[in-house]
């Protein structure tokens, strides 16, 4: 966590977060730091929340394109919060998480300037 607190007060131009191996502390406190970010445009996280971070990153990171959340269960009002937090972004990658059939025409529909969805091994409810 240190690590990421240093990141987030030294490097002002971060453009990508890679923190594809799940670790809930980590997780529980990018929300915090995003609004240092102000060209951040790639963040690749194992497993995370879409009500913590998805707001944060639709608030201070205007170039914000691409997500990569793999392993994670999208449920509820999930999907529709994310088309409605990140209506420009191009890249998801959602592969090996969980997401009803319902949700993924959700995203397709609202995120009008996707070109590359990954749903790869994704068990669909």
Same mark, same amino acid.
């Given at each position: 966590?240190? %690590? $990421?607190?240093?990141?987030?007060?030294? #490097?002002?131009?971060?453009? @990508?977060? !890679? @923190?594809?191996?799940?670790?809930?502390?980590?997780?529980?406190?990018?929300?915090?730091?995003?609004?240092?970010?102000?060209?951040?445009?790639?963040?690749?996280?194992?497993?995370?929340?879409?009500?913590?971070?998805?707001?944060?990153?639709? $608030?201070?990171?205007?170039?914000?394109? #691409?997500?990569? %959340?793999?392993?994670?269960?999208?449920? +509820?009002?999930? %999907?529709?919060?994310?088309?409605?937090?990140?209506?420009?972004?191009?890249?998801?990658?959602?592969?090996?998480?969980?997401?009803?059939?319902?949700?993924?025409?959700?995203? $397709?529909? +609202? #995120?009008?300037?996707? @070109?590359? $969805? !990954?749903?790869?091994? #994704? +068990?669909?409810?």
């Amino acid at each position: 966590m240190k %690590a $990421l607190e240093y990141v987030a007060n030294e #490097c002002p131009r971060l453009k @990508v977060l !890679d @923190v594809s191996s799940y670790n809930p502390s980590i997780n529980a406190i990018i929300p915090k730091y995003i609004c240092k970010w102000k060209i951040f445009d790639i963040l690749r996280v194992a497993r995370f929340y879409v009500d913590e971070i998805l707001p944060q990153i639709r $608030l201070h990171c205007n170039n914000f394109i #691409c997500l990569s %959340a793999a392993y994670n269960y999208f449920q +509820g009002d999930d %999907a529709a919060f994310l088309v409605a937090s990140l209506p420009e972004l191009k890249y998801l990658d959602l592969h090996g998480g969980f997401i009803e059939k319902e949700d993924v025409v959700k995203i $397709l529909k +609202g #995120c009008k300037q996707l @070109v590359h $969805l !990954d749903i790869r091994e #994704c +068990g669909f409810l």
